[in-house]
C-alpha cells in the first residue's frame, strides 16, 4: 500500500513537472516570437525612414498635385483688405498647423512694381494705391514652409518625425527658386512694370492688431507704421 502510494506521488510529481516544462517552452516560444515581430516592425519601419527621399516627395508635390491646389488661391488684394480689417476672418480663410497661431495662404494676384530690392520685388496690389503691401521673394534662398502647409496637401500627422516633414519643405522652396524665381530674373524687371503672380504666404495672427500691410500712413506716420506681405511665388510673369 505504501509503494503504491509512493509511486502515485512519483508520477503526480513528473505530471507537474512536465506541464510546468511544457508552459515554460509555450511561453518562451510566444515572447520569442513577439519580440521578433517587434524587431521585424522596426526594421521595416526604419527601411521606410531610409527609403523615403523629401527631394523626390517635393518633386511629385511640386509636378501632379499642386496644381489643384493652386484653383483655391485667394484674390491677393481681397486677402490684404482682410487682413488689414477683420483679421478674423482672414484666419479661417488659411490652413493651420494644429494650434498654431501662424496660418498659410494660397494667393494670387497682379500690381506694379513699386521698387526692386535684392531679395524681391516690393509691389502694389491694390488698386489706385502707389505704396506697396508685398514682397514677392526673388532671392537665391527661400526659408520658411508657406509653399508646404498653404496648399492643405500634406498632413504632418503621416511623417514619423518633423525632421522629414521640415526637409519636404526646404526642398519646395528650391524648386521655386529653380523653376521659377531663376527664369524671372534671368531678364530683370523694372520698376513700373506690372507682374502676375501665384503664390503662398505665411502670417501671424498678431500681423495686423498695430501695424497694417501697405504703405500708407497710419495716424499720420509714414514708413515704419506698416508692413509687407512676405510670397513665396509659385507662378510669376511679367503682364
Same mark, same amino acid.
Given at each position: 500500500?505504501g509503494?503504491?502510494?509512493?509511486?502515485?506521488?512519483?508520477?503526480?510529481?513528473?505530471?507537474k513537472?512536465?506541464?510546468?516544462?511544457?508552459?515554460?517552452i509555450?511561453?518562451?516560444?510566444?515572447?520569442?516570437?513577439?519580440?521578433?515581430?517587434r524587431r521585424?516592425?522596426?526594421?521595416?519601419?526604419?527601411?521606410?525612414?531610409?527609403?523615403?527621399?523629401?527631394?523626390d516627395?517635393?518633386?511629385?508635390f511640386?509636378?501632379?498635385?499642386?496644381d489643384?491646389?493652386?484653383?483655391?488661391?485667394?484674390?491677393?488684394a481681397?486677402?490684404?483688405?482682410l487682413?488689414?480689417?477683420?483679421m478674423? *476672418? /482672414?484666419v479661417?480663410?488659411? !490652413?493651420?498647423?494644429?494650434?498654431s497661431?501662424?496660418?498659410?495662404?494660397?494667393?494670387? $494676384?497682379e500690381? #506694379?512694381?513699386?521698387e526692386?530690392?535684392?531679395?524681391?520685388?516690393?509691389?502694389?496690389?491694390?488698386?489706385?494705391?502707389?505704396?506697396?503691401?508685398?514682397l514677392?521673394?526673388?532671392?537665391?534662398y527661400?526659408?520658411?514652409?508657406?509653399?508646404?502647409?498653404?496648399?492643405?496637401l500634406?498632413?504632418?500627422?503621416?511623417?514619423?518625425?518633423t525632421?522629414?516633414?521640415?526637409?519636404?519643405?526646404s526642398?519646395?522652396?528650391?524648386?521655386?527658386?529653380?523653376?521659377?524665381?531663376?527664369p524671372?530674373?534671368?531678364?530683370?524687371?523694372?520698376?513700373?512694370?506690372?507682374v502676375?503672380?501665384?503664390? *503662398? /504666404?505665411e502670417?501671424?495672427? !498678431?500681423?495686423?492688431t498695430?501695424?497694417p500691410?501697405g504703405?500708407?500712413k497710419?495716424? $499720420?506716420?509714414? #514708413?515704419?507704421s506698416?508692413?509687407?506681405?512676405?510670397?513665396v511665388?509659385?507662378?510669376l510673369?511679367?503682364?
Amino acid at each position: 500500500m505504501g509503494a503504491t502510494s509512493s509511486n502515485g506521488s512519483a508520477c503526480g510529481m513528473k505530471r507537474k513537472v512536465l506541464f510546468y516544462l511544457v508552459l515554460f517552452i509555450a511561453l518562451a516560444l510566444l515572447l520569442g516570437s513577439s519580440v521578433e515581430f517587434r524587431r521585424l516592425d522596426q526594421k521595416r519601419a526604419e527601411d521606410r525612414a531610409r527609403q523615403f527621399d523629401p527631394a523626390d516627395y517635393a518633386r511629385d508635390f511640386w509636378d501632379n498635385r499642386l496644381d489643384a491646389a493652386l484653383t483655391r488661391a485667394l484674390d491677393a488684394a481681397e486677402l490684404i483688405h482682410l487682413f488689414n480689417t477683420d483679421m478674423n *476672418a /482672414a484666419v479661417r480663410q488659411g !490652413e493651420t498647423l494644429g494650434q498654431s497661431r501662424v496660418h498659410a495662404y494660397l494667393l494670387a $494676384g497682379e500690381g #506694379k512694381i513699386v521698387e526692386l530690392e535684392k531679395d524681391g520685388l516690393l509691389v502694389s496690389v491694390l488698386p489706385g494705391d502707389p505704396n506697396p503691401e508685398v514682397l514677392i521673394c526673388t532671392g537665391s534662398y527661400i526659408s520658411g514652409n508657406a509653399v508646404r502647409d498653404a496648399s492643405g496637401l500634406i498632413d504632418v500627422s503621416a511623417f514619423s518625425d518633423t525632421m522629414k516633414f521640415n526637409r519636404i519643405s526646404s526642398e519646395i522652396n528650391r524648386l521655386a527658386v529653380q523653376e521659377v524665381i531663376v527664369p524671372f530674373v534671368a531678364a530683370p524687371p523694372s520698376v513700373g512694370a506690372t507682374v502676375r503672380f501665384v503664390g *503662398a /504666404a505665411e502670417v501671424a495672427e !498678431e500681423a495686423t492688431t498695430s501695424v497694417p500691410f501697405g504703405g500708407r500712413k497710419v495716424n $499720420g506716420r509714414q #514708413k515704419g507704421s506698416w508692413h509687407l506681405l512676405r510670397i513665396v511665388p509659385v507662378r510669376l510673369e511679367l503682364n
